[in-house]
């Protein structure tokens, strides 16, 4: 089962209206839903109210994060990125004595990138980041690594030991530890006496108390056992008490020297990556796990777990890409915070209850499937993480809409035929197999019919007739006649050589020459990469022919019915749909991703385009030359952007939805 986030993204271009020639002056604003999940959580330990956190940009991804201050305990935040775009956040350590001064353990590519980063500390609340430390500094950094912020040291969990400097990170002294670790995840102090500290490998248990100049080796129960730690807790009410966690949960009440017999009531984690684990600040026999489906409670020191459900979302409505909790971390005021990929919660009832924070300034939650009514131009929906929306007042206010059960939502289009209709696709696994399935609604996603079947694998559909339905999957574009008949296969996407795998992706309906589609699909040939191909049908899907090879990115000529523009290579080419009759344009560039391609309804000669590291572009002269279209968007605009849009009643006004998260609008101007 896949996720139908596609960075090629089709832009759906709707009739001409004459329009002023515009001047790109606007700034790219969000508007809509904010929100999304922090997957750090640093505390000021001496504000009850300051909070820092790693909100991911990408929200599939996780290869890259903002860093975010919040100074009323989580309602509303603000960037505190500056020097550290492009990476990812590995762990925050707020400094206890210094004002705004923050360190960070940064990757620049993810987990699996052979340099991390280094560590970065910035001393303004984090408006300037700067460098302190490379990995080649502490003899290497793991892919989970942890940060300790001390009254007179900082320390940072490398590869083989432990990074320590007490000059703020001028300088760094490396500590070994034996047996060598190959990555320190969690590093904890004592909250009585800052002495004494832990730190957890996947491997074992070391201690200090002198302030983590030296450790010894904790014996370990997991280690015996041949399981990995991937969990570490201290007890602020007893601090003489801890918690592991490897599979099976270990107490120990004599600060790491003995410890209990494993009790088997706790979840199971992810395996061989850092599972977060916290314990009520009042009772030292309340601890809390973070899982793949929630966070689990256990009143009685470990020795049974539930879940918690009371005021806190479904976290396993997703398992492939929104699932799990990514933080538990206590502040100042001994709340207990709590962060998934979709947003952040507090209790400070032991977790019996919990408040969402809202988050105001965040926009890192997904959106997906921006979807415009052909017979309402101020009416369109769109994805809220898995919550559909709806406006019909062109955006100035949203409702929330039902979404098609069981199953995750991979496809959602409107009917081009039928008014207030719309149809979606899920896909759902059960123990044996993945199941789909095709929804319809005829009064606009407010309730679903009975599902129909949908062929496995299916990725994405389309309306090509009335009553009629196209889907891509795999290497076959099905069609079915009528709400209930047989799937027949009608196209096969062909393959360079008998290793190779061809697989659709997306299904394109012209908006205004009914019963021509397109389908994009990408031949993986064996060790080289994907190579695209557009295939059309001029007879709403019955038949169908290769219309051209290499081209990533398809759009309608508002203006022209028979004209489309794909891009190749970088080149910018004009096409008639009838015959395939191409003409060269304008090149932007051969080394970056065009993800999508606008042509402007009031100006046949104005161009945008969303690339993939370039940010969305803009040309007012028929594709030929190309300049930053405005700026606004999160991490200078650089990442991608799945979908843009031009508004139906107002052609100076676009939207986009950059993958870093948030729905985002740009008024223009007119010369």
């Excluded at 330990?45 to 903002?66: I, K, N, Q, V």
């Excluded at 990125?81 to 210094?98: F, T, Y």
């Excluded at 795998?501 to 309906?509: D, K, V």
């Amino acid at each position: 089962m896949r996720h139908s986030r596609n960075l090629l993204a089709f832009l759906l271009a709707t009739a001409a209206s004459t329009v002023p020639s515009i001047a790109a002056t606007g700034v790219w604003t969000p508007f809509g839903p904010e929100g999304g999940g922090p997957q750090v959580i640093a505390a000021d330990p001496r504000s009850a109210s300051t909070l820092y956190a790693a909100f991911p940009w990408g929200p599939y991804s996780g290869l890259e994060t903002l860093v975010m201050r919040s100074d009323d305990g989580g309602t509303s935040w603000q960037e505190s990125n500056g020097g550290l775009e492009g990476k990812r956040i590995m762990a925050l350590a707020v400094d206890p004595q210094g004002s705004g001064v923050v360190f960070g353990v940064v990757a620049v590519q993810g987990c699996t990138s052979s340099d991390p980063g280094g560590v970065y500390r910035t001393s303004d609340a984090g408006a300037h980041w700067e460098l302190v430390a490379t990995p080649q500094n502490l003899g290497g950094i793991a892919c989970s690594s942890s940060a300790l912020a001390l009254s007179d040291a900082v320390l940072v969990g490398a590869r083989d030991g432990v990074g320590r400097s007490s000059d703020g990170g001028a300088t760094w002294q490396k500590i070994p530890l034996a047996p060598a670790p190959e990555g320190i995840h969690t590093l904890l102090r004592d909250p009585a006496d800052e002495r004494i500290l832990y730190a957890a490998s996947l491997s074992a248990l070391f201690k200090s108390v002198d302030g983590g100049l030296s450790w010894t080796t904790l014996d370990d129960p997991a280690a015996h056992l041949n399981r990995p730690i991937t969990g570490l807790a201290i007890s602020r009410s007893d601090p003489r008490t801890l918690y592991e966690y490897g599979g099976l949960i270990w107490r120990s009440r004599d600060g790491g020297a003995t410890w209990s017999a494993a009790m088997t009531g706790a979840p199971a984690g992810d395996g061989f990556y850092r599972v977060p684990l916290q314990v009520d600040p009042r009772n030292a026999d309340t601890v809390f796990l973070g899982a793949t489906n929630g966070v689990w409670a256990s009143r009685d020191g470990g020795a049974t777990f539930h879940l918690l459900h009371r005021g806190l979302p479904d976290a396993g409505l997703d398992l492939a890409t929104l699932s799990g909790v990514t933080a538990l971390e206590l502040d100042a005021a001994q709340r207990l915070l709590l962060g998934t990929p979709t947003g952040l919660w507090s209790s400070t009832d032991a977790g019996f209850h919990w408040t969402a924070a809202a988050l105001h300034g965040v926009h890192a939650n997904a959106i997906d499937f921006l979807r415009f009514d052909p017979f309402d131009r101020r009416h369109f929906v769109f994805t809220n993480f898995l919550t559909l929306l709806e406006t019909r007042d062109g955006g100035e206010t949203f409702s929330p809409l039902s979404v098609p059960r069981p199953g995750v939502l991979q496809a959602l289009e409107f009917d081009p035929f039928q008014p207030g209709r719309i149809v979606a696709l899920t896909a759902s696994e059960t123990e044996l197999t993945e199941v789909y399935r095709v929804f319809a609604s005829t009064d606009g996603g407010h309730q679903w019919g009975a599902p129909s079947s949908a062929p496995r694998g299916a990725s994405d559909l389309a309306v090509p007739a009335p009553n009629s339905l196209l889907v891509v999957a795999g290497p076959w574009v099905y069609l079915r006649r009528g709400s209930t008949g047989g799937w027949r296969k009608v196209l096969q996407g062909d393959v360079l050589s008998d290793r190779d795998a061809f697989n659709f992706t997306r299904l394109l309906s012209h908006p205004n020459q009914r019963g021509t589609l397109f389908a994009l699909g990408f031949d993986n040939v064996l060790h080289s990469g994907s190579i695209p191909a557009l295939y059309r049908s001029l007879d709403a899907g019955l038949h169908w022919k290769l219309w051209q090879d290499a081209a990533n990115t398809l759009a309608f000529d508002p203006h022209q019915a028979n004209i489309a523009y794909t891009e190749s290579g970088g080149t910018v080419y004009r096409k008639r749909i009838d015959t395939g009759g191409a003409q060269r344009l304008g090149r932007i560039s051969p080394l970056d991703l065009l993800t999508t391609l606008l042509v402007d309804r009031g100006d046949p000669q104005t161009f945008y385009a969303a690339t993939a590291n370039s940010g969305i572009l803009v040309s007012h002269d028929d594709a030929r030359h190309w300049s930053l279209l405005a700026p606004g968007l999160p991490l200078g605009g650089k990442d991608p952007v799945s979908d843009l849009e031009q508004d139906r009643l107002n052609p100076l006004r676009l939207y986009s939805t950059p993958v870093t998260g948030g729905l985002w609008r740009l008024d223009l101007e007119p010369h």
